[in-house]
């Protein structure tokens, strides 16, 4: 248990619909991070946002929209998806940007397939 | 672009043994982390490094990275089951975070 909750941890998809992701960390933290994992390639670094404020957007396809209403909850809100977006998709928080290289805490992930 | 490619892809070993897994690239960072991680969960940080040449132990885990912290390796000693895992590094540097691909080690009882 990392202090970091996701939900739904499994979700299935068609490409037509729109679903939302759910991220909240219970750590007090200021910073929060959505990570995508595909099959053999590197974690990629999608959205970062600092005291509610999105600081990052990694050329992130706009079928994916960032919402954080909050320090404690990050949202990921999907639409239109591509069955190549199947993946499993992490949140992550730090104490804030200047902890992200020292210490950051993942979420189990919610693996995401698109049909 | 930095990116750092971690070797082996796969290692399937006996416990008992010994392995090195290692993350290079041709881009410094200001620190490199280790995380591991399981099936079914997100990943879990092992350790943090930020000095060249630095060797940080945590258990039979040895961790070190290079001296002009291009590169970094780990080391375990004496295998067992539980380390079976996916083992990931990340740099830092300038506000930006890259992870390799993992080596997925596999410790065979």
């Known amino acids: 248990e990392t202090g970091v909750t996701q939900t739904p941890r499994h979700l299935v998809m068609g490409m037509t619909n729109k679903k939302s992701l759910k991220c909240e960390q219970h750590l007090g933290h200021n910073a929060m991070y959505w990570y995508k994992q595909s099959a053999k390639k590197p974690l990629e670094l999608m959205f970062v946002y600092n005291f509610k404020e999105q600081t990052e957007n990694n050329s992130v396809p706009s079928r994916f929209s960032p919402e954080c209403p909050n320090s404690s909850h990050l949202f990921l809100h999907l639409h239109t998806l591509q069955p190549e977006d199947s993946a499993l998709y992490l949140c992550?928080?730090?104490?804030?940007?200047?902890?992200?290289?020292?210490?950051?805490?993942f979420g189990p992930g919610t693996r995401l397939t698109v049909l | 672009t930095q990116l750092l490619e971690q070797s082996p892809q796969f290692l399937s070993i006996q416990e008992g043994e010994n392995l090195t897994v290692y993350c290079n690239s041709s881009s410094v960072f200001s620190s490199l982390q280790w995380y591991r991680q399981e099936p079914g969960e997100g990943p879990v940080l092992l350790v943090t490094v930020v000095t060249g040449g630095e060797v940080k132990k945590l258990k039979r885990l040895t961790f070190q990275f290079g001296d002009a912290r291009k590169d970094s390796s780990l080391h375990i000693t004496a295998a067992q089951p539980g380390d079976t895992g996916l083992y990931l590094c990340a740099g830092y540097n300038n506000n930006d975070m890259r992870f390799g691909a993992g080596t997925r080690l596999t410790v065979k009882p």
């Open positions: 992550a928080s730090s104490q804030d940007l200047a902890g992200w290289y020292n210490e950051q805490f």
